[in-house]
């Protein structure tokens, strides 16, 4: 089993990192993609790497980028000029790349969150607008990168529930830069129905965690439903979104996420794609394979 999208960087997981990838691996574990979200995390996911890969060889892989959250954040510092800002964290993000190209397996986090920008009744028009297109042209960037270097990219995408100009934008990007030679995967994807096969076509894999276990996400037991096996990553986007079991036993001392999770998720996906489990997990493992490890 593999975990297409992990967080080993944050807090509480960052501090027992090495015995969380020990018993990952010992319940059968294969792959971890450690991805990074902002400038700070790009060194510390290269730090992990290499601090593990004597013990645990090409076991936690690296995607390296920047959330799109980051952009938000330069608005809580007068006198930033956003663009400018902006792209010294992309800039930033490049450097972490390209010094780091032997070991990279990704570009990412990226992509397009709009969710919390227009969650904000505090941002004016012009202020939202600012942080779009300073998400617009880290996205943009970042595909330029991937397909530079032949890496698969791994993709953030979130609306406002029953918006979509997030996934439609990034999907746009992806067609403009890529044109059709571009990779990777839109990891946590919980947006509308009729994006799936749009996705599909356009050589994407689509990625699940987590919340395919809460009853009360229904909606995304769907989206599993209408996406091809042959296209289906399952992650744990861990310490975040752990599975239903852990969430509801208040007496467990472990709640956050970690990649041993991957196990529930895959016991969900076969539930719901009407598979046993040694066929989801052999799928699951073809699809992580095909898109992110080397030759």
Known sequence: MNDSHAHLTLSPIDRNCESIVRQFVSQGGKHILNVAHDPESLNKVVEQHRELEAAFPN???C???VHPECF???LKNEGF???ERSKRIVDMAKQSLTENLKIASA???TGLDYFHIFNDSSLEKSQREGIMEAQKNSF???AQWALEYDLPLSIHT???EGEDAAVVDAMQIITDVGRGKLRGSFHSYTARREHVSEIIKLGFYIGFNGIITYPSAQNV???VELTPTERILVETDCPLLPPQSIRRDKKREVRYGTPSDIKEILEHVAEIKGIDYEQAQEITDRNFSELFLRD
Request: no cysteine.
């Open 107 to 109: 570009v990412g986090e």
């Open 221 to 223: 037991g769907e989206l």
């Open 140 to 142: 943009k960037e970042h």
């Open 158 to 160: 979130r609306d406002l």
């Open 72 to 74: 938000s954040d330069l």
């Open 59 to 61: 076991v936690v892989l």
């Open 81 to 83: 000029d956003i663009y």
């Open 63 to 65: 995607g390296l980028g």
